[in-house]
Every structure is written in structure tokens, then in C-alpha cells.
């Protein structure tokens, strides 16, 4: 290259600065000095922010500046002092294969300097005739050839000891690597057994939200069931207000039988006078008589209108008394109201039943009168004994209602231990009469330590027993089924405490002449459960249920 072409190539490295005027890049050319010497000639090899590695001509590696402003870009086309190996393509030395390679050069670079120097020997011993200054020249130059030389023998060892060290760092990164692998697989079974017990609790998790929702359904149904108590009992708290109002009527009518009854021992005094005026007087007797005659008829259609008044007041009573069991279905409690006047009309029975046995004593000499008395009489007791009757009746429907009312209030206090009436209540609800049963009331002890516990110990909560037995039906006449006995098997079901009455009660009743078999849990006197198995016939409820018909 001429000097012109050399000045033109360093005037334009003096105006392009590197890191001023022109970004660095891995492989650009630069230059610290105008001069074309070659240790002022390189080429970066890495950048590290402010800094760049530069390897000179020569075969030093330095770091220098941006920030100093020491570097001008040079022409990369020249390739002036600068080895370009096209296999390298100008890589890092930092490469695994760069060290080797760039030994195996500079050993065959020491080679030609060698050979080179033995050559410039040889033509400097045949031509001792050149002039001095080229003999120095040389001298020089083969001096520089040795410095090069020197400073590519400590690129050697450079390069050698980096690539010991690379294998160094290769080593230790190998068994990083294994000792990742194995805390990785000891992470991975450790993430394994976590997802096995998330997905335990998962499970586990669904489970409870399936029981939940199973009590919440519970909760939902008995909710239903009360408010249609509630609403059949406020229908029979009108029901009951109506018979008080009935009860007032029926008060008020005997009330004024009362006073007839009171006018009729007048007459019967007047009768008293006039026989004892007719011993002084046949013929006044026999107007009398005849009076009399009118008389009785005139009380005989008194007694007939007061008898057909009080047989049609026992028949609407009958027949409140019938609607109100009919209507009723033993869910509300008697009125005490009620019960009082019932006793008050018992009294003003007997007061009656007392003034016409006065009247029958003070009537000796009125026989047919007093006959007719006594066959009213009769006539009254008949009818006082079909109220007897009644009442009995009633009073056995106020115990069923009471003890309605008590499951009533354990319905409200505890919906767990919620009694439903397998062949009856539930029936009348919720079933078809289509459904026949088994004649008999299941229950549920309550959760919590109210339930008691059994004669060996063990707790009731949850447990399905027998809680009444309809008479004539399938249980009563199989006599082998007990109060209180405990419900194990509804054939192939298996009643546990997560089951409700409802479940129980579904697979109980069925079509009327099936059968259903059932494994019932008795306590001997050893205090040890027995168990059996007794098969029933359903039947429909209106064969043995006494609200039925």
C-alpha cells in the first residue's frame, strides 16, 4: 500500500472515533496512533459496557476506554498486521475452540518466524557487503520478530491456561448439572405427593360438599313439611274459633231450655194446686183434667220440639265434632276453652237430668205425664250417652293431637330428629293413596348428647328405631316388631345416620301387596343387640289407619 493510500486510510481513522462517532462492534479494526506500526493496529474481541478487549497485531490483549477516546476506526479491507483466519471468523478468544486453534498457528507462526530469522542470518552472513544501516534494520526487525515471538509463546500459555480453566468450569458445571437432576427428581416426587394429597382433600372436599348439601336439602324439605303444618294449624286455629263461637250458640240454647224446663216446674206446681182443689171438686177435677189433657199436649209438643231442637243440636255437634277430626288430622291441641264448656254442659245435664227427677216426685198423681217425663228422660240419656260417646272419642283424638303437637315441637327445635309418619302424615302430604305401608311411624334419634345412649353403652345419635305400630296392620300382626327396636336393613339398603327418615320412609311403602323385608336390632337382658329379619305385606292405609275412613 503506498504512503498517500496510508495517509488517506489514517486521516479517516482520526475522524472516526470509536464510542464517539461510531458504535464498537466484535471484530471492527482499530487504532491507538497515526502511525502504521503494528502494535498500534487491532481488533475488538468483546464488549463489556464501557470497556473493550482489544488484540493487537502483535498478540497483546488489552482492555481499553470508550470513554478516553484512545480507539479510531480503521479500514477492516486493508488487514495491515492483522491475521484473518476465515475458519475463525473472528471469534472471541473466550470460544472453546478458539485457544487451540490460535496455538496450533502461533506455533506454526513461531516455525516461520524461525525459519525466517535463520534466513535472514544466512543472507545477512552472505551479504555482509549491504550497508550498515540495513544490517541494523534487520537486527532490529528480527529482534521484533523475537518479541513477537515471545509475546505469541505467552498467548500459548494464556490460551492454554484459559482452556484448562474452561475444562476447570465444565467440570464444575457438570456437576452442578447432576446435582440439579437430582433435587429435580427429588422436587418432582415431592410435587407428586402433593398432588396425591391435594387430590385426597379434593376429594375429600367434594365428599363434604355432597353431605352438605344432602343436610341443606333435609333442611329445605322439613322446612316445607312445617310450613304446611303451620298453615294446617292456623286453618284449625279458625276451625277451633268457629266451634267457640258454635260452643257460645249451643250455650245460649240451653240456656233457654234451662228456662223452659224452669217454666215447665211452674206449670207442674200450678198442676200440684189444682190437684188439690180437684179433691173438692170431681166435676172442676175433670175440667181440670181436661185442661191437663190440652196441657200435656201442649208440653208434649214443648218436649217434642225441645227434643227434636236438641237431637239436631247433637247432630251438628256431631257432625263439627266429626269435620274437626276430619280436618283436623290430629295436628293442634284442644282448646281449653273449649273443655270447660264441655264440663258446664255436662253439669246443666245432670241439673236437668235432677229437676226431672224432682218433677217425677212431685207429679204422683200425673202418671201419664210423668211417663212421657221419663221416656223424655230416656230420651235424654240416650242422647247424653251418644255425647259420652263423642267426648271419648274426642278425648282420645286430644291425646293423638297432643302428642302430635309434642313431635311438632321437636320438629322445631330439631330438624335432625325430625319424626315423620311413614303411613300417615307423609301420606297425606306428599303420596298418593296408591302407596300402601307397613302400619307403623318411624323416628330418628337426634345428633348431640340428647339422644341417650343404648344398654351396652354406644350412642343412639342418627339411629332409625320404631316409634309407633298402627294396630291390624302389617307390623302389629306380624307380633314380632317392638317399639324402639332399631332399623338396620330395609331389604338391600343399608340405614346408616347419613340417611333421613325420608329415605327410609321411601323404601318402606311401596305398591300395596308387595313385600319388604326388614332387619330390625333388638337388646336382650345381657345387654347385647339381636338381630332379625321379619318380610311384611304392604297394605293400603285406609285397611288399618283409624283416620283413614
Request: glycine fraction near 4%; hydrophobic fraction near 30%.
Amino acid at each position: 500500500m503506498s504512503e498517500e493510500e496510508g495517509s488517506r486510510v489514517e486521516m479517516q481513522c482520526r475522524r472516526l472515533i470509536v464510542g464517539l462517532d461510531i458504535e464498537p462492534s466484535i471484530g471492527s479494526r482499530v487504532s491507538t496512533s497515526v502511525g502504521s506500526s503494528r502494535q498500534n493496529h487491532g481488533t475488538i474481541v468483546s464488549i463489556d459496557g464501557d470497556r473493550v478487549k482489544v488484540c493487537w497485531d502483535g498478540g497483546n490483549i488489552d482492555n481499553r476506554k470508550l470513554s478516553s477516546h484512545e480507539l479510531s476506526a480503521v479500514d477492516a479491507s486493508e488487514k495491515i498486521y492483522f491475521r484473518t483466519r476465515d475458519h475463525l471468523k473472528q471469534t472471541v478468544l473466550t470460544d472453546k475452540t478458539t485457544p487451540n486453534d490460535i496455538a496450533l498457528e502461533l506455533i506454526q507462526d513461531l516455525e516461520d518466524a524461525e525459519n525466517r530469522a535463520s534466513q535472514l542470518r544466512v543472507a545477512s552472513a552472505s551479504h555482509s557487503y549491504r550497508k550498515t544501516e540495513e544490517t541494523v534494520t534487520l537486527q532490529e526487525r528480527i529482534r521484533d520478530l523475537e518479541r513477537e515471538l515471545e509475546d505469541k509463546e505467552e498467548l500459548l500459555l494464556r490460551a492454554r491456561e484459559e482452556l484448562k480453566e474452561e475444562k476447570e468450569k465444565q467440570q464444575e458445571l457438570l456437576t452442578k448439572v447432576k446435582g440439579a437432576q437430582t433435587s429435580r427428581k427429588g422436587l418432582e416426587e415431592q410435587l407428586e405427593a402433593e398432588m396425591e394429597s391435594a387430590v385426597r382433600m379434593r376429594a375429600k372436599w367434594e365428599e363434604e360438599k355432597k353431605k352438605r348439601s344432602r343436610q341443606e336439602e333435609r333442611v329445605e324439605e322439613c322446612m316445607a313439611i312445617k310450613t304446611e303444618l303451620d298453615k294446617t294449624c292456623n286453618d284449625q286455629k279458625k276451625l277451633i274459633r268457629e266451634l267457640n263461637l258454635q260452643i257460645d250458640d249451643e250455650k245460649h240454647k240451653y240456656k233457654l231450655l234451662a228456662q223452659q224446663q224452669q217454666k215447665m216446674l211452674q206449670d207442674v206446681e200450678a198442676l200440684k194446686n189444682e190437684r188439690d182443689l180437684a179433691l173438692a171438686s170431681s166435676t172442676e177435677l175433670e175440667i181440670k183434667l181436661r185442661n191437663m189433657t190440652s196441657e200435656k199436649n201442649s208440653l208434649d209438643e214443648k218436649y217434642n220440639s225441645i227434643k227434636i231442637s236438641m237431637e239436631k243440636e247433637v247432630r251438628n255437634l256431631r257432625q263439627s265434632l266429626l269435620k274437626f277430626e276430619t280436618e283436623n288430622h290430629a295436628l293442634q291441641a284442644v282448646n281449653e276453652e273449649s273443655t270447660i264448656m264441655i264440663k258446664k254442659y255436662k253439669e246443666q245435664i245432670s241439673l236437668l237430668e235432677l229437676r226431672i227427677s224432682e218433677l217425677f216426685d212431685s207429679s204422683i198423681t200425673m202418671k201419664k205425664k210423668i211417663e212421657e217425663i221419663q221416656t223424655l228422660e230416656m230420651r235424654i240419656k240416650v242422647i247424653t250417652e251418644q255425647y259420652k260417646m263423642e267426648l271419648s272419642a274426642h278425648d282420645a283424638l286430644k291425646s293423638e293431637v297432643l302428642t302430635l303437637r309434642t313431635n311438632m315441637v321437636e320438629l322445631q327445635t330439631h330438624f335432625v330428629g325430625l319424626v315423620m309418619l311413614v303411613d300417615w302424615c307423609k301420606a297425606n302430604f306428599h303420596l298418593s293413596e296408591e302407596m300402601g305401608g307397613v302400619g307403623m311411624i318411624v323416628g330418628k334419634y337426634p345428633q348431640g348428647g340428647s339422644a341417650g345412649r343404648y344398654p351396652d353403652g354406644s350412642d343412639r345419635a342418627g339411629h332409625i328405631y320404631v316409634l309407633r305400630i298402627f294396630p291390624d296392620g302389617p307390623a302389629d300382626l306380624s307380633r314380632k316388631i317392638e317399639l324402639n327396636d332399631r332399623i338396620h336393613l330395609v331389604d338391600d339398603l343399608v340405614v346408616d345416620d347419613d340417611h333421613s327418615i325420608e329415605d327410609v320412609f321411601r323404601h318402606i311403602r311401596g305398591k300395596p301387596g308387595t313385600q319388604v323385608t326388614l332387619t330390625l336390632g333388638r337388646f336382650n337382658s345381657s345387654n347385647t343387640e339381636d338381630r332379625f329379619r321379619v318380610t311384611l305385606t304392604r297394605r293400603p292405609r285406609s285397611s288399618y289407619h283409624p283416620d283413614s275412613h
